[in-house]
């Protein structure tokens, strides 16, 4: 860290069902002078505030417009549907868009998910956020799919949920803007990355160090320098001269 670094706070912003645990424990550790704070925000709005300086970095669900931003796409969910726990889904470990075509299936306003043809059939209403749709979900009203971990953070105790095949999927990604990527951000994005603390985080220090190369590369030219200092012990055959004998003790020439 940085003396610029001292006293600054780093904001990351999160869109619901991303866990940003581990990677603030990370940093935490490693950056005990400059404490995280967390923003959570919708997954409509994260983009926004990240543009408006809102958020150091953050994660999003793509796809998002990336105008102005760097992406590190991290990883892909998987989708599931919910359901009420006495819904024939229920009863199995997985199903297929097919299983679903006689259900009322609800779109939120808030969905993250891009869909070409979305499976089942049309509710009634579009609810405006996942959340209200998980509600009506429990009402009997139709069923939602959602990435897993939307599933798991609005989880009920008469809903449950089945993972659905061949559907599209959310990807999770970190996002910054490209004209504020700052050694913080570069710190963050080794984090993510999986770097250790002694690996390179891709920033310049205030005093850069020698890089092992550049240390090998100059062995030669040091050697080529000691050389004139090592002849000086030679004569001008090449070879070393002799040392003078010493006179032993107690003998007198004669």
């Known amino acids: 860290m940085t003396d610029g670094e001292t006293g600054r706070v780093f904001r990351?912003?999160?869109?619901?069902?991303?866990?940003?645990?581990?990677?603030v424990n990370i940093w935490t550790e490693r950056m005990p002078g400059v404490p995280i704070t967390l923003v959570e925000v919708s997954a409509a709005e994260v983009v926004g505030l990240l543009r408006d300086?809102?958020?150091d970095a953050g994660f999003v669900r793509l796809p998002v417009d990336r105008d102005g931003l760097s992406v590190i796409p991290l990883y892909v969910e998987t989708t599931v549907v919910v359901v009420p726990r006495d819904h024939a889904v229920?009863?199995?470990d997985e199903v297929t868009v097919d299983d679903l075509t006689d259900d009322e299936v609800f779109h939120p306003l808030d969905d993250?998910?891009?869909w070409t043809v979305r499976p089942g059939l049309p509710a009634f209403t579009r609810p405006a956020t996942t959340a209200a749709a998980v509600e009506l979900v429990a009402s009997g009203a139709g069923l939602l799919l959602v990435p897993q971990s939307l599933a798991r953070l609005h989880h009920r105790r008469d809903l449950t949920y089945r993972p659905v095949l061949d559907t599209p999927q959310s990807q999770v990604a970190l996002a910054w803007p490209t004209d504020a990527t700052t050694d913080l951000?570069?710190?963050?994005?080794?984090?993510v990355r999986g770097r250790t603390a002694n690996s390179s985080r891709g920033r310049?220090?205030?005093?850069?160090?020698?890089?092992p190369a550049q240390q090998q590369a100059k062995k030669p030219?040091?050697?080529q320098a000691q050389k004139p200092a090592q002849k000086s012990t030679q004569n001008g055959s090449g070879r070393r001269a002799a040392p003078a004998r010493?006179?032993?003790k107690g003998h007198r020439p004669r």
Not at 13 to 22: D, Q, S
Not at 185 to 191: A, H, Q, S, T
Not at 204 to 211: G, I, L, N, R, W
Request: charged share 25%; proline share 10%; glycine share 12%.
């Open 246 to 248: 010493r006179r032993g």
């Open 204 to 211: 310049t220090p205030d005093s850069p160090a020698e890089k």
């Open 112 to 114: 993250t998910i891009e």
């Open 185 to 191: 951000v570069e710190d963050f994005i080794g984090i």
């Open 221 to 223: 030219a040091q050697r």
């Open 90 to 92: 229920a009863a199995a």
């Open 53 to 55: 300086g809102g958020a």
């Open 12 to 23: 990351l912003a999160y869109v619901p069902g991303v866990t940003p645990a581990k990677w």
